[in-house]
């Protein structure tokens, strides 16, 4: 059923062709009306020559759709997409397509389902968290039409390239797109497809018009047009090094990927302190921030002519974090500064005004299941050059040992007409790496003349 409705899709793009050109042609007269067509000649198709048709038609046999049932009825939780890989029965997908069976093995388990509507069980052999990857293992095998190069396939911008995948459950499909380059904005680099990539299509490959993959779909941006992302090859090259087809199925995926959050929050952190902070002045104040291809910075200004006050904003953050499952991401750096100033306010209505935003300022739940509540002190302290009132909290993930949240408040108090505020927030970090950038941060902190 689900083949019949991309065929309809596809004939109806091939039929306006096909009755379009005769009639430019060759117009009939009208009263001499053509003779009704015998259904031989009414089924009639062009030979296949779109590229996309040729793609599909040699791929539909390799391509799978990857679910996540619940154990207790077999209910489907979430679907994805993979592709086997060569004439293995190995298959490459997301790991965010497989992360509710990967880390509750107990409630749910794996199913992949073919463009025939055969179906089996899976196996899950290895993840990468960082470049959301995973293998699994399935009870068929794949015909070798995707075969993962040795080397990374050499892309042009422009060139277009070819996405498959199960988009919303509605049958196996395949959209065409353009290569536009390299992000590099994100911590660990993927493609940039123009393309249409849906929810259900995570996990399928991308290929090339010579059936090369170049990439895996992974995510779209919801802010976007047809802006959609790829993981490069070779980190999908790299993980099936490592995972031989008679490999036995790890006991404990939760370790695995403790194991890869740690090894992101050190390169992560040493990244961030890699040297001094840079700076940014906010009246009188110097305050840090981090612009790099992995954190932007966005200002904006409050300043109304009724108002008896001033505000200004820095914002600073990561533009990508971690999937580690549906209700969490992690792995991530943000900075914000506000810079508040009285332009009517005496010193006790000011003091008033800045003291509620300071309290404004939330440290998580106490009733988030994920993450114990936030432990926070404060104390009144004073770096180099100024001095100011901080607050620390931090909160332990509940199931993955040695990763924190470190939040950061402080509050300048050297002046009874203008206020500094500022905000670090570090997430999934050892408690280690929490501390070190905490205080490269409240070190950083500064105002001019200040003792």
């Not at 409705?5 to 042609?25: D, E, H, R, V, Y």
């Not at 067509?37 to 020559?49: C, M, Y």
């Not at 040699?58 to 004439?87: I, M, P």
């Amino acid at each position: 059923m689900k083949f019949n409705k991309l065929a309809l899709a596809l004939t109806l793009a091939w039929g306006s062709t096909a009755f379009a050109a005769p009639s430019q042609s060759r117009p009939a007269p009208a009263a001499q009306p053509a003779p009704p067509a015998t259904q031989e000649e009414a089924v009639a198709l062009p030979t296949p020559s779109s590229a996309a048709q040729k793609l599909y038609m040699n791929a539909k046999k390799d391509l799978l759709q990857v679910r996540s049932l619940l154990k207790s009825g077999r209910t489907q939780s979430s679907v994805g997409s993979g592709f086997l890989v060569g004439t293995s029965n190995l298959v490459l997908t997301n790991y965010h397509v497989v992360s509710q069976f990967a880390l509750d093995p107990e409630t749910y388990t794996g199913e992949w389902v073919d463009t025939a509507g055969q179906r089996g069980n899976i196996e899950l052999l290895a993840v990468d968290v960082l470049h959301d990857l995973a293998v699994v293992r399935v009870n068929r095998y794949g015909t070798g039409v995707f075969k993962v190069p040795e080397r990374e396939v050499r892309l042009s911008q422009g060139q277009y390239l070819y996405s498959l995948g199960n988009p919303l459950d509605l049958g196996f499909a395949i959209s065409e797109g353009s290569y536009n380059g390299v992000i590099t904005r994100s911590f660990y680099e993927q493609l940039m497809f123009t393309g249409p990539i849906n929810s259900g299509m995570s996990g399928g490959p991308s290929v090339t018009a010579d059936g090369e993959v170049v990439g895996v779909n992974v995510s779209k941006r919801l802010d976007g047009e047809l802006v959609s992302f790829l993981v490069p090859i070779r980190y999908a090259q790299e993980l099936l090094k490592r995972v031989p087809s008679d490999a036995q199925p790890p006991h404990d995926f939760t370790t695995i990927v403790t194991q890869q959050l740690l090894a992101h929050q050190r390169a992560m952190v040493d990244q961030l302190l890699a040297g001094p902070l840079s700076t940014k002045q906010m009246g009188p104040y110097q305050v840090p921030v981090r612009e790099n291809e992995q954190m932007r910075c966005w200002g904006r200004a409050n300043v109304k002519g009724e108002k008896a006050f001033a505000v200004d904003n820095t914002n600073c953050s990561m533009e990508s974090a971690i999937f580690v499952s549906g209700s969490m991401q992690t792995g991530q750096v943000a900075i914000r500064h506000q810079f508040m100033r009285s332009t009517g306010l005496d010193p006790i209505r000011f003091a008033q005004l800045s003291s509620m935003s300071f309290k404004n300022e939330s440290f998580g739940s106490y009733k988030d299941s994920r993450m114990t509540p936030p432990n926070c002190t404060e104390q009144f302290v004073k770096n180099k050059s100024m001095p100011m009132r901080a607050v620390m909290c931090v909160r332990a993930y509940r199931k993955f040992p040695g990763l924190y949240d470190f939040s950061l408040l402080t509050a300048s108090t050297d002046d009874s007409l203008m206020n500094l505020q500022s905000r670090l927030d570090a997430r999934g970090v050892s408690y280690e790496n929490g501390m070190r950038a905490a205080r490269a941060f409240m070190e950083s902190l500064a105002r001019e003349g200040g003792k």
